[in-house]
């Protein structure tokens, strides 16, 4: 597998999934997880996909990584559809440079085993590396995420802290050398203290080593913090697109404002908290929500890539129906 120094890290294009679900009795039921999402991110930058639960964030994730195929749309990383990666090669060469990091730190770590076989298998598996190499790789690797391999690398999974898992497990993406992680929540199980380390942690590794990273979160208030772009998500749409200040400042999607509305810090609380009209805030959200699951439209370019998708029979300023 190449890379092309021209195209985004990433790029997906109108890619959609539905699921179909067959219960043991009534009707199949279908879900439109995703529908015609298109992104790009570029190597040493961050995208966040924002949005309430249900709304597909983890979806996007699960596709990128390949745990399953789009129902149709394009994956392309590095300029290749990853749906046209063949052989087994290419394929695991692409699973090891995307990685995923979850909520749970503990899900990708066997409670069983220490640290050190955590980052040993892959050292050996993907870069070949044995004997005082290996030990000296691991090492290394874990000072790259700041914990102290003297402490760190004989301890159990158990043994460590929420945000030193969530660190070995970045550990681990170093370890095979991934060029993009998909981050999906990876703070929301963390202490509230030490999810800013962790965050500046992925910005670090984002800045210094050029990987991209797609950051997962319900917390458009923060996105920002790491992602220079944000993407608003709902019911499996993108409703919003662009630079994380601008939409953030500027939102123009009603349930952009809405998300914010329910960020208690003022600085970023924007106006549209209800219908001015005597509206209650939660008649107004319904209202909101239910016209957003409209199919998009048009999108308009607000400020210089900063893009608000318009929906079928709404009027764009209120959410209401036209
Ligand atoms: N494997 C699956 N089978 C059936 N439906 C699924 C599957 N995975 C996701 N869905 C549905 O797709 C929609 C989007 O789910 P997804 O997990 O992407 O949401 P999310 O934005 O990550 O939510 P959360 O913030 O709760 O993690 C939901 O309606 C979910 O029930
Ligand atoms: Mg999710």
């Known amino acids: ?25 009534g009707q199949e039921k279908r879900v439109d997880a995703l529908r015609n999402v298109s ?32 129902t149709s ?6 300029g290749r559809d990853i749906g046209g990666l063949t052989t087994a ?14 909520q749970d730190p ?66 681990r993406a170093l370890a095979v050398d991934a060029r993009l992680i998909v981050a999906d ?15 500046d942690l992925m910005r670090r590794l984002k800045l210094e080593r050029g990987i991209g990273f797609l950051y997962i979160t319900h917390d458009i208030a923060t996105a920002h913090y790491i992602a220079e772009d944000t993407a608003v998500m709902f019911a499996g749409q993108i409703v919003e697109y662009g630079p994380s200040a601008s939409v953030i400042r500027n939102p123009q999607h009603p349930y952009t404002r809405l998300l914010l509305s329910a960020v208690p810090d003022p600085a970023v609380r924007i106006a549209g908290r209800s219908g001015e009209q005597g509206q209650s805030f939660s008649t107004h959200a319904e209202t909101v929500r239910d016209a957003s699951r409209r199919p998009v439209g048009q999108s308009v370019e607000v400020t210089p890539g900063h893009f608000v998708f318009h929906h079928i029979d709404m009027n764009p300023s209120t959410g209401e129906a036209a």
């Open 185 to 199: 929540e990876p703070t929301s199980m963390l202490d509230v203290s030490i999810r800013r380390s962790v965050l």
């Open 106 to 171: 503990f899900a990708a770590l066997n409670p069983a085993h220490r640290i050190r076989h955590h980052l040993f298998r892959p050292l050996i598996l993907h870069q070949g590396l044995k004997g005082d190499a290996l030990e000296a790789a691991a090492r290394q690797t874990l000072a790259d995420v700041e914990l102290d391999p003297n402490v760190t690398l004989d301890k159990y999974p158990h043994e460590l802290s929420g945000g030193q898992r969530q660190r070995v497990n970045l550990a």
């Open 73 to 78: 749309g394009n994956i392309l990383f590095a």
């Open 89 to 102: 090669a290419d394929q695991m060469t692409y699973l090891r440079m995307v990685q995923m990091v979850f």
């Open 1 to 25: 597998m190449t890379d092309d120094n021209f195209s985004p890290l990433l790029e997906l294009k109108n890619v959609s999934k539905t699921f179909l679900l067959k219960p043991l009795f």
């Open 39 to 70: 992104l790009k991110l570029e190597a040493g930058r961050a995208l966040a996909i924002v949005g309430e639960s249900g709304s597909g964030k983890s979806t996007v994730g699960r596709a990128v990584t390949r745990l399953f195929q789009p």
